[in-house]
């Protein structure tokens, strides 16, 4: 790697990124410890996942200034393995998971990203805005009033300093300052001490204690797959919105590959799967976070701070943390969106609604965004096929009848390509003329042969007029109406 292209991914933002990453360190150790519960392992698998992947990330990652860690939707996914076979499997399977992630950057998975729509991502960060809030809400439910007013101070130092200094990031103030002073007046609240026991030694490397037969693999296989799904789905989403958030470009299938790559280091330093965190990411952009430096620094940190400084980290008030949160929640939701309802499309505005409400009711960001796709597909599908447009005229005394089709011919246009041949008994010749057409799959092309062999059973002879040289190629290899087969079937065989 040359100079210019070091400066310009790693020391372009030095001082903002350094900062930034440190808030972000922060900020990872309950989430960290958080998720190791969700999945049913001690808290330092998580943290040990946290730094090897925020790490390894810096480097291998397609996305410059994106955090990944461990999650809370790998969590989810994790917690039945972790029951049912215990923890040496967890880390079989984010080996896999690893391995099928640079597979799948491998093959250039990551350029599918270009099939969801704008609704969806917007339905997906929205969802996740929503999904962070409430999360803190544990936080804020049968405490102390001391809970709300340090909470409440937190976010007025967020949104406050700003408009004083922004030399340094905000969330760092609110943490350090809110620290001091819940250690200063002996506060009896929650702290990050009690969300679970921080590691005191340096991860290793080791091999997972599992039989290496195919009984394991069969074990592993199904969650490694599903880990895949959801880490990679997450990840291009997150670069996604990096994406938009720093007005920057990213590779979408190196950031798969280096998915694979930190969650297979991950699996052999004790950590648990995981990938690019939306909440974490937005603080880091939002510090002033913008390249590699901010996660390697967030991961480094991370790392010193619980082994070496653990006793000072558990000291952290929770409450602090919670306003970082919901700083992160408001800056995430789209609020443009409320006002687009009224001015978008409805198909969109359903899409969006829907990828929102399956996301928050199922806490699962991969069927949210499943279902978002799957409606912008049928959405699209059915705008398109109102653009078929067929116009008849007629010659030869009304004997010669010609058919020419304007527009798409696919799954979801057929029927009605099909519906607008009229079979008169006075015709004695048709054509169909497809200048203007074009040929999606095979249903359009079974269409055509129904329409061709309907009007040859009652002797009208069809002349099919103008295919391009795609559509002629998939009506050569499909179509049956001009070979030996139609003679067959005209016949009654």
Known sequence: MSFKSLQQTWFFNVRNDVLA?????????????AFSIIAGVDPKVGLYASFSIATIIAFAGGRPGMISAATGAMALVIASLVKDHGLQFLLAATILTGVLQVIAGWVKLGTLMRFVSRS???????????????????????????VYAMTAAGLGIIYGLPYLTKAVPSPLVTIVLLTGVSMYLGMDIRTVGDMGELPDSLPVFLLPDVPLNLDTLLIILPYSATLMVVGLLESLMTATIVDDMTDTRSNKNRECMGQGVANVATGFLGGMAGCAMIGQS??????????????????????????FLGDWV????????????????????????FRNLREHPKSS?????????VTVATHDLARGVLTGVLLSGFFFAHKIAQILRIQVTSSDEGRTRTYQILGQVFFASADRFVD??????????????????????????????????????????????????????????????????AEDLLMGH
């Open 21 to 33: 990453g440190l808030v972000v360190a922060l900020a990872l150790i309950p989430e960290a410890i």
């Open 120 to 146: 969806v991502v917007t339905g997906f960060v929205n969802a996740l805005a929503i999904l962070i809030f409430m999360a803190q809400l544990p936080e804020l439910t049968n405490v102390g009033w001391q």
């Open 349 to 357: 505005s359903v899409v969006m609604i829907a990828t929102v409400l």
């Open 314 to 337: 558990k000291q952290i008030p929770m409450a602090a943390l919670v306003a970082v949160m919901i700083m992160v929640s408001i800056g995430t939701f789209n609020w443009a969106s």
């Open 420 to 485: 607008a041949f009229d079979l008169d008994e006075s015709i004695d010749q048709v054509r169909i003329d497809l200048t203007h057409a074009h040929f999606w799959d095979i249903t359009a092309v079974s269409a055509l042969d129904k329409v061709v062999l309907k009007f040859r059973r009652k002797g009208v002879q069809v002349e099919v007029l103008g295919l391009n040289e795609a559509s002629a190629t998939l009506v050569d290899r499909f179509g049956v109406h001009d070979k030996d087969v």
């Open 282 to 307: 937005v603080i880091n952009v939002k510090s002033g976070g913008r390249g590699r430096l901010s996660t390697l620094t967030a991961g480094l940190v991370l790392l010193i701070l619980v082994v």
